[in-house]
């Protein structure tokens, strides 16, 4: 505790950190999770396959190993990210923790798209509907409601996995300030307590914004 | 040059896995005619229905709408259904948009036609059918009744050239029944081409120009509906008007 008191600023700063990455991997995972769960529905098998084959892929490899391809197969193969703030681990980690969650929330979409009763599509299609209106007029707004708890959860794991690429080597964020503090002389109760408290202070409010949406949905129908 | 049938299906067949639901249906429907399709449960008349605006795709045969062949799923086959409206017996109402919305949702999506443009044409949609007053609703907030014909405005705000009814009134409690057959009898008289499963015979008899039978995937007979109801030709169609008037 008294870590957290004595080095304030740099819990501030691993907060702002953390929550630097976190915005940049939603963003991420979120588009891509969407798309690709468009893909799972679609009538275009090559697609379908896309879709089918990330999750599986990105739902049953370690977050570890992802990071480590990203960070490091990824430029052996000559895709090379650029750096952040001169940090050469920003983007790998950003991209591939949304890769990585973006099966997650390709499933949690899709679930939702499945709830959405079949009619409401065809309905869509026969006014003349392209796949991708309907998807986007009449499925996915109706899919929203039932798609907001799931992937609520989704991405408090992504805030708390996000540590998983502090500990990697993006400094700056939560996690890192552990290490920091730990060479510091703290002891290490000291220093992951205050980074504890840090990281519920993103993951709690984010379940209440969460709570609210719900409910918020809920009434406007 | 002859005007070219509304709708031709011609040598069409389909299977759902080992079940033959389409044999060799061959069917013509010319312009302004309406159509009544009738027979026993699972005999495939919505499926013959959905292969029209190809929401079931078939195995082989052709099927024409105005001329011009179904085309393959994409740009094109969104391009033709826009031109073909259905009314579905579930009435399938988009339940986030209020009734308004959900018949301006496709003229301004597909049609691109604007906003103001589309909810003055709506709103005339609406006062023909006879809800104009419930267009600020949701869908489950109407009965049953004004849902279909808030399903019929929808499909007719995109000015379609034929209109296919899958028993439109099966879902209905039996007072509403006659305020979506009114609708359905005036469009028929003002010339609309219709294509209409129904086990309704007043409707039949009133407003059809034929009546097509089918059983167990086939076309049966396709006859004037007062000489199909008084006087059936086949035995299938005999047993099935007598199961149908006697109870
Ligand atoms: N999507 C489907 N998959 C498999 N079988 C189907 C499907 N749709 C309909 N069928 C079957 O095809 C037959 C004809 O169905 P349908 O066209 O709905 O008949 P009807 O409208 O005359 O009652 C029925 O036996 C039905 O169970
Ligand atoms: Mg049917």
């Not at chain 1, 990281?199 to 719900?214: D, H, Q, S």
């Not at chain 2, 029944?177 to 003002?190: F, I, P």
Request: proline letters at 5%; a neutral charge.
């Amino acid at each position: 505790m008294d870590a957290l008191i004595a080095e304030f600023p740099r819990f501030v700063s691993g907060f702002l950190g953390t929550l630097r990455l976190c915005l940049f991997a939603a963003i991420g995972a979120l588009l891509l999770g969407t798309l690709l769960a468009a893909f799972r529905v679609s009538p275009v098998p090559p697609l379908r396959w896309v879709g089918t084959s990330w999750v599986t892929v990105f739902r049953n490899s370690p977050l570890v190993v992802v990071l480590f391809l990203f960070a490091f197969g990824l430029p052996q193969v000559g895709v090379v990210f650029p750096t952040f703030g001169g940090n050469a681990f920003f983007w790998p980690g950003v991209a591939g923790l949304s890769a990585y969650t973006a099966a997650f929330v390709c499933e949690a979409v899709r679930s939702g798209i499945n709830s959405v009763p079949a009619g409401q599509a065809e309905a869509a299609r026969a006014v003349g509907l392209t796949f991708q209106q309907t998807l986007g007029a009449v499925v996915l707004p109706q899919a929203l409601r039932t798609v907001v708890p799931p992937l609520g959860s989704v991405m408090i794991a992504m805030i708390k996995n996000s540590a998983i690429v502090g500990a990697f080597g993006v400094t700056g964020e939560l996690f890192s300030v552990d290490g920091a503090l730990t060479a510091a002389g703290y002891s290490a109760l000291s220093s992951l307590g205050g980074v504890a408290i840090a990281y519920l202070a993103i993951t709690i409010p984010a379940g209440i914004g969460l709570g609210w949406l719900e409910r918020k949905i809920e009434v406007k129908r | 040059m002859t005007e070219a049938p509304m709708i031709r299906m011609v040598s069409v067949d389909k299977h759902f896995g080992e079940l033959h639901v389409l044999r060799d249906i061959n069917l013509e429907v010319a312009a302004g005619q309406v159509v009544v399709v009738l027979g026993p449960s699972g005999s495939g008349k919505s499926t013959l229905c959905r292969t029209i605006n190809r929401l079931e795709p078939v195995d082989s045969g052709t099927i024409e709408v105005d001329g011009q062949r179904l085309p393959e799923e994409g740009k094109a086959l969104a391009g033709l259904r826009a031109d073909v409206g259905m009314v579905f017996q579930s009435f399938n109402l988009f339940a986030h948009k209020t009734i308004l919305q959900n018949v301006t949702l496709a003229p301004m999506k597909v049609r691109r036609t604007s906003k103001a443009d589309a909810e003055k044409a709506g709103i005339a949609l609406l006062e023909r059918v006879g809800i104009a007053n419930q267009r600020d609703k949701y869908p489950a907030q109407l009965s049953g009744g004004q849902q279909q014909r808030a399903a019929i405005a929808r499909a007719l705000a995109m000015k379609p050239k034929v209109m296919l009814f899958d028993e439109p009134t099966s879902a209905l409690d039996p007072e509403m029944v006659n305020e979506v057959l009114d609708v359905m009898t005036t469009l028929a008289k003002e010339g609309m081409t219709m294509l209409v499963v129904t086990h309704e015979m007043g409707f039949a008899r009133r407003a059809a120009n034929r009546v097509v039978f089918m059983s167990d995937g086939e076309i049966v007979e396709d006859a004037d509906p007062e000489a199909f109801f008084t006087a059936p030709r086949s035995d299938r169609a005999k047993d099935f008007l007598g199961k149908i008037l006697t109870h």
